[in-house]
């Protein structure tokens, strides 16, 4: 039988979500900006940081809030409109860690990228865009739906019960926006180890940035995986209140944590060629 979350420890996620969502609304604000006053910047980054604010903005205020209220206080259409808005822009989170991965590879393994890199980048936005909408979309539809987590304070895809609408539902978001972006990281990152031709035309910061890439996007989003696989295993019931409490915390990192990655150096979205 799963326990309840004590009231201090719903405090400290409250506090935690809200210093969260003021450091990564000035993080992405300010890398938004310098975006805009940059010409040569990376449009994968700019929407990375507009997926963070949107996620910032429309879904950490009710999150937070509910966590020093110890219970979910804004109602059954608002618990839906928060897991659609979360899905939304954590979907892209990830989908945009990926692509600007593969954009950093293309440039070192493509000669005539420079030549339609600006195409290929509007591409991977809009790919990125309509993959998000659809699998936030599809709980709304009936494949699978949202409903409470475990702590109550907070609501995602229906794990509390799941059936074959919700099996068939995670297995596809895990492969598709998880396991993809996993091997592409992985795959891009093991490149560059592998090819010393094609490394040591690429910056050490850049190459680095790889490696802290790739940690940070399992770093914050396996925990979530880990909660949604539980009822494949065992009983919706017997995951533990604080894992159930800890992955969507440490998912809200994101939105801190890659937008830093970028904030001194560009060598992963616009390295310099040797």
């Known amino acids: 039988m799963q326990h309840e979350l004590q009231p201090w420890e719903h405090y400290i996620t409250g506090a935690l979500i809200a210093i969260l969502g003021i450091t990564g609304a000035i993080i992405n604000s300010i890398k938004i900006y310098r975006n805009f006053t940059n010409a040569k910047s990376n449009p994968l980054v700019l929407n990375l940081c507009l997926s963070n604010l949107g996620i910032v903005f429309f879904a950490f205020p009710l999150s937070g809030l509910t966590s020093f209220k110890l219970d979910w206080i804004w109602g059954d259409e608002w618990c839906t409109y928060y897991g659609a808005v979360s899905l939304l822009f954590g979907f892209n989170i990830m989908i945009t860690t990926m692509t600007l991965v593969l954009d950093f590879f293309l440039q070192y393994n493509d000669e005539s990228y420079d030549s339609y890199k600006d195409r290929a980048?509007?591409?991977?936005?809009?790919?990125?865009?309509?993959?998000?909408?659809?699998?936030?979309?599809?709980?709304?539809?009936?494949?699978?739906?949202?409903?409470?987590?475990?702590?109550?304070?907070?609501?995602?895809?229906?794990?509390?019960?799941?059936?074959?609408?919700?099996?068939?539902?995670?297995?596809?978001?895990?492969?598709?926006?998880?396991?993809?972006?996993?091997?592409?990281?992985?795959?891009?990152?093991?490149?560059?180890?592998?090819d010393e031709t094609v490394r040591t035309k690429t910056s050490l910061v850049g190459y680095q940035k790889i490696g802290i890439l790739t940690l940070l996007f399992i770093f914050e989003w396996s925990p979530y995986a880990l909660v949604y696989f539980w009822p494949f295993f065992a009983t919706p019931n017997s995951i533990p209140i604080r894992l159930s409490a800890a992955a969507p915390l440490i998912a809200k990192f994101s939105v801190v944590l890659t937008p830093f990655l970028f904030w001194k150096e560009e060598e992963l979205v616009n390295p310099k060629k040797e």
């Open 121 to 194: 980048r509007r591409l991977m936005i809009i790919w990125g865009w309509i993959n998000s909408i659809f699998w936030s979309a599809a709980p709304l539809l009936g494949w699978s739906r949202i409903s409470y987590e475990p702590t109550r304070t907070s609501c995602t895809v229906d794990l509390m019960h799941p059936d074959i609408a919700y099996y068939s539902y995670i297995i596809s978001c895990f492969l598709c926006c998880y396991l993809m972006p996993v091997l592409a990281l992985f795959i891009v990152r093991m490149k560059f180890t592998k």
